[in-house]
């Protein structure tokens, strides 16, 4: 079946501007995640939804970030005025259920801040 | 000090060696561990989980877990030019309410035919 599919693959966005990241989990999984993966580095927690519900927003490096998850499907991370910090690559996964230990993940967005 | 240490230091070895990678954590709260495999320009695959210490194989792979000594580590054997790729460990402690994973910086490995 469908994997997690992410769009866009790449984005090249002008220090300032505004950056919308898609994220479209396991059709029935209930639990999504955002990381983000530096450059050799691994990937570092950013938030955690069970279904519609962000109940961890602990990793939002600040409040320039933003994630929603409206109706529990797709899920989308906002990245307001970026900076050559924010840099990365985004990386979504979800599972199907709430402690469900196995958590597949999409091809990420890799991000470019100029 | 990061909740999870793995050496990022890059791994060659020629085509059938046993390459062998480790990790370290701290926080004790840790139940699942696992390793991933990310190849170049994709997202992490699950390669291997285990439940709490013990060891558990598949096929050329090893996953041990000693919880005592807050040690992992991963046993490729017979390894093959396809296993080339990044391993990540990653933890998690999902009775805390949340199963958000804590990784290593990873381990480039390539193997040489």
């Known amino acids: 079946g469908a994997g997690v599919s992410q769009s866009p693959r790449y984005k090249v966005a002008k220090r300032g501007q505004d950056v919308a990241l898609r994220c479209d989990p396991i059709?029935?999984?209930?639990?999504l995640f955002w990381y983000q993966q530096a450059l050799g580095q691994g990937p570092e927690f950013l938030t955690y939804?069970?279904?519609?519900?962000?109940?961890?927003k602990s990793g939002l490096p600040s409040d320039r970030f933003f994630a929603e998850r409206p109706e529990g499907s797709v899920s989308t991370l906002k990245i307001q005025r970026t900076q050559q910090e924010d840099s990365a690559v985004y990386l979504c996964?979800?599972?199907?259920?709430?402690?469900?230990?196995?958590?597949?993940f999409g091809p990420g967005t890799r991000l470019l801040v100029l | 000090q990061k909740e999870v240490e793995q050496d990022p230091g890059p791994l060659s070895v020629p085509e059938g060696a046993i390459v062998s990678l480790n990790c370290t954590y701290s926080?004790?709260?840790?139940?699942?561990f696992m390793w991933y495999r990310q190849y170049s320009r994709k997202g992490p695959e699950l390669l291997m989980y285990?439940?709490?210490?013990g060891n558990k194989e598949d096929g050329r792979f090893t996953a041990q877990v000693d919880k005592s000594s807050k040690y992992i580590s991963l046993f490729i054997r017979d390894s093959q030019p396809s296993d080339s790729a990044t391993y990540l460990c990653?933890?998690?402690?999902?009775?805390?309410?949340?199963?958000?994973?804590?990784f290593g910086k990873g381990n480039q490995v390539v193997v040489i035919p």
């Open positions: 996964a979800s599972s199907l259920f709430r402690h469900q230990e196995t958590q597949y």
């Open positions: 059709s029935g999984h209930v639990s």
């Open positions: 939804f069970q279904n519609e519900a962000q109940l961890d």
């Open positions: 926080n004790s709260a840790f139940q699942y």
């Open positions: 285990t439940y709490s210490s």
């Open positions: 990653a933890m998690s402690a999902p009775q805390n309410g949340n199963n958000r994973l804590a």
